[in-house]
């Protein structure tokens, strides 16, 4: 009997670390709309303006053990936006603005991720938004255990590079043209 439990005790400990390496070498896909956000700050006359979008997808594939194979993208529907003001809201929609008609979504395609130190990264990709594609690049951080991913950070845009604000609304006097997006993705295995 001694022999037998002699035997079983260092298979029974390989099989539980075999466990373990599994679940840390996960891969993470799946967004959890729930849990994640994307918002942004914008600032009009001065004053900072928050606001979020209420829908947006995830193609991303995370592996936080290899965090340099990352790939996917996300994708923003536009019309999702809220502001806190329907009037607001009812504008940024418009045609000198997002003009959702012709462009609804704004999609970020990974391009790669690199080590930057204590779970922060620098990630770059191409950003499109209202039918115009610019490279992108910032700081995230990347935690994970063995339920899910979280990939958090800002990125900064000029809204006119990207056309946004047109007409009357393409001066900076009353609306900044730096806008900060803020992102916290939650992804499941």
């Known amino acids: 009997?001694?022999?037998?439990?002699?035997?079983?005790?260092?298979?029974?400990?390989?099989?539980?670390?075999?466990?373990?390496?599994?679940?840390?070498?996960?891969?993470?896909?799946?967004?959890?709309?729930?849990?994640?956000?994307?918002?942004?700050?914008?600032?009009?006359?001065?004053?900072?303006?928050d606001g979020r979008f209420r829908k947006f997808e995830s193609t991303l594939l995370v592996d936080p053990a290899a965090p340099q194979s990352a790939k996917g993208k996300v994708t923003i529907d536009l019309a999702s936006i809220d502001t806190g003001l329907k009037e607001a809201n009812e504008e940024v929609v418009g045609a000198s603005w997002f003009d959702v008609s012709h462009h609804p979504t704004a999609t970020f395609d990974l391009g790669k991720i690199e080590p930057a130190g204590n779970s922060r990264f620098q990630v770059a990709g191409v950003l499109t938004l209202r039918g115009v594609t610019k490279l992108a690049a910032f700081e995230a951080e990347l935690k994970s255990s063995a339920d899910r991913a979280v990939l958090e950070g800002s990125l900064p845009i000029k809204r006119l590079d990207f056309g946004v604000g047109q007409g009357g609304w393409g001066s900076t006097d009353v609306v900044a043209n730096e806008v900060i997006v803020r992102f916290k993705l939650v992804l499941l295995p």
């Not at 390496?21 to 967004?31: D, K, N, T, W």
């Open 1 to 49: 009997m001694t022999r037998l439990f002699l035997t079983l005790v260092p298979l029974v400990l390989v099989a539980a670390l075999c466990t373990a390496a599994s679940v840390l070498a996960a891969e993470f896909r799946q967004l959890d709309p729930a849990a994640s956000q994307v918002s942004f700050t914008s600032r009009q006359m001065g004053v900072p303006v």
